[in-house]
């Protein structure tokens, strides 16, 4: 039995809008809930949120009861980092602060099986394959590894073309918050500069042929987004909706009790 589609690599290479939710809560019961919702993938935040790779292992079951595609981000782009994520079940990653082809290029090398890349072999006693269960599982995977790596810095945009031209990389996601840092407007990923900078980046990886990924929170630029080519499109986080919704439903509460 070879290893299953990834669906989410599928629709991204075929220029298919795919919209997700970033997952920081550590919950497992709140990704059960956001994985039911209907979101074409959710994207544990193993970067920013507390997640060890049992945690990691938590959240990919819960969000497998509701059929939606997984993506972990892991906080380096280290070999043994990727391999222990895949191994635990991951189909596709999202690494951060890649600034460079060199860089992307080992991404995908720790993704792929030898002679194409680096990966150990230990699917045989990893969940990723039922624990041997699949059996053809090191000889089928690589071609279903999703990769997207992350330009968030000034030097990753003026590398894009080198980065978007390393086979393997599906996807790039501008990160809007640590690019406007980088250029000089922390807090300010709105500023006109880094408007500019973002839509021109998107434009040069569509026309490489990948898919461009971004995280917004404000419904109001979505079809912005996807009207400039975003096809991978993060529209908001577990705990930012948490913490607006509790609060919006307290002030609603007080203002008909009159407080």
């Not at 920081?24 to 059960?32: C, I, K, P, R």
């Amino acid at each position: 039995m070879p290893a299953p589609e990834n669906r989410l690599k599928t629709a991204l290479n075929e220029g298919r809008m795919q919209i997700g939710l970033w997952l920081n809560s550590g919950s497992a019961l709140v990704s059960e809930i956001a994985g039911a919702t209907g979101f074409d993938w959710c994207l544990i935040d193993a970067e920013h949120a507390p997640y060890d790779p049992v945690g990691i292992a938590d959240q990919l079951r819960a969000l497998a009861l509701g059929g939606t595609s997984a993506v972990v981000r892991v906080p380096v782009g280290e070999d043994w980092v990727i391999k222990q994520v895949l191994d635990l079940g991951a189909q596709t990653i999202l690494v951060p602060m890649v600034d460079t082809a060199a860089q992307a290029g080992q991404v995908v090398r720790a993704t792929r099986y030898a002679p194409e890349g680096v990966r150990g072999l230990g699917a045989s006693v990893a969940r990723v394959s039922g624990f041997g269960r699949t059996a053809d599982y090191p000889t089928t995977a690589n071609g279903q590894i999703g990769v997207i790596v992350q330009a968030e810095t000034r030097r990753a945009i003026d590398n894009l073309d080198d980065i978007l031209a390393v086979e393997g990389v599906d996807c790039v996601f501008i990160g809007p918050a640590d690019l406007s840092a980088d250029m000089g407007y922390p807090g300010n990923p709105g500023a006109d500069e880094v408007v500019a900078t973002i839509a021109g980046a998107v434009r040069r990886i569509r026309a490489a042929g990948k898919a461009a990924g971004i995280i917004h929170y404000d419904p109001g630029n979505f079809g912005y987004y996807a009207d400039l080519g975003i096809t991978f499109l993060g529209v908001g986080a577990d705990v930012s909706l948490m913490r607006t919704s509790f609060a919006e439903t307290l002030d609603t509460a007080r203002r008909a009790s009159g407080q």
